[in-house]
């Protein structure tokens, strides 16, 4: 395993997912049946199921597309979906 990959890619999605839209659900959802055990096992394995999806399309991708290409591509979409919320189009 290469460590530096590993901390790199969990320092960027814990940072990226702190203060995030699927906290506030799993805050929600557990108080609302307060079951947070169960709330917990359930936004885990979504997380496990959409992670595995984006890594295996990322390195379907990667094959075939230079990875500075997705990079770009993916920065630019965050950025460009951030001014459609921001003026109200989203």
Do not use: H, N
Request: charge should be positive.
């Amino acid at each position: 395993m290469d460590w530096k990959i590993f901390l790199a890619t969990f320092t960027a999605v814990f940072f990226a997912e702190l203060a995030d839209k699927t906290q506030l659900v799993g805050i929600g959802m557990s108080a609302k049946s307060g079951r947070p055990l169960t709330v917990w096992l359930g936004s885990i394995a979504a997380y496990i199921i959409i992670t595995a999806f984006s890594v295996l399309i990322g390195a379907a991708l990667g094959k075939c597309i230079k990875p500075e290409f997705i990079r770009y591509t993916g920065a630019s979409l965050f950025v460009i979906i951030g001014l459609l919320m921001f003026y109200g189009k989203i």
